[in-house]
């Protein structure tokens, strides 16, 4: 059995004042069926996980490869252990739009996370072109294969991928849910390719204007583990009603 994720991606929002609110917000209203996790901006995080809840985890939104050095601007998995979150994401289209992140950085920065007991959310999606032209498939094996080649998985509960339709972020335009689980189905297949039956393990998500009133939807499918979620996870009241999307 799998245990459900529902994963906030802050992105570049919220002061400390804010994300102490929202910690305070969603105190006592989070359940205990699904991990909840806020990923937030690194300037916040050691303030945020001395105040969040037991139930709620705390990630980062990014990491450098590197232990230390002359990386200006950069921060390590050492600096990210040392403020106490469990979770990094790794290769958000964001970074691969804006920052030269490629699947090459991915693959090292899922390595180093793996190494400091980080747990890696790493996001794969094509763009609209791609699935446009029928390469939807295409693109996610290559991130798959060149982002997980040669990863050593002891635990597959300490991996998350997320499948994030580069076309669906951010726009309103979400991806159907039949399309979500042919998606995450085929990442489960690519992931069996290389961990073998810790395929069955690894918790996939779905992420991509995910809100209270499509949850649901998407984790009625079997190969759909959780939803990875930007806008809707910025409201204590949102969030709250994204992670139990049972009720
Ligand atoms: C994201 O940033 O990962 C995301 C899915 O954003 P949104 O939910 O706003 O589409």
């Not at 980062?60 to 601007?73: K, L, P, R, V």
């Not at 739009?97 to 007991?117: C, F, G, I, Q, R």
């Not at 050593?152 to 979500?180: F, H, Q, R």
């Not at 073998?196 to 949850?215: H, T």
């Amino acid at each position: 059995m799998r245990k459900p994720i529902i994963a906030g991606n802050w992105k570049m929002n919220k002061t400390r004042d804010e994300a102490i609110n929202f910690a305070l917000g969603v105190s006592g209203r989070l359940p205990n069926y699904a991990e909840c996790i806020v990923c937030a901006p690194f300037i916040i995080l050691r303030d945020l996980v001395k105040r969040v809840p037991t139930n709620l985890a705390v990630g980062a939104q990014n990491m450098d490869y590197h232990d230390s050095g002359a990386f200006t601007g950069e921060v390590s998995p050492l600096m990210l252990k040392d403020t106490e979150v469990t979770h990094v994401i790794i290769g958000h289209s964001e970074r691969r739009a804006y920052y030269n992140e490629t699947d090459e950085s991915v693959n090292l920065k899922v390595k180093k996370a793996l190494e400091y007991d980080l747990v890696p959310i790493v996001c794969v999606g094509e763009v609209l072109a791609e699935r446009e032209a029928g390469k939807t498939n295409e693109v996610l094996a290559r991130q798959i294969n060149e982002g997980f080649k040669d990863v050593n998985l002891d635990n597959p509960e300490n991996l998350v991928v997320a499948y994030e339709p580069v076309w669906a972020i951010g726009t309103g335009k979400n991806a159907s849910s039949e399309i979500a689980e042919e998606a995450c189905k085929f990442i489960r297949t690519e992931l069996e390719k290389i961990f073998g039956n810790k395929a069955n393990d690894i918790r996939i998500l779905y992420g991509g204007s995910v809100k209270p009133e499509n949850i649901k939807e998407y984790m009625a499918n079997p190969d759909v583990d959780g939803a990875l979620v930007g806008g809707a996870s910025l409201k204590v009241d949102s969030f709250v009603a994204l992670c139990n999307y049972k009720d």
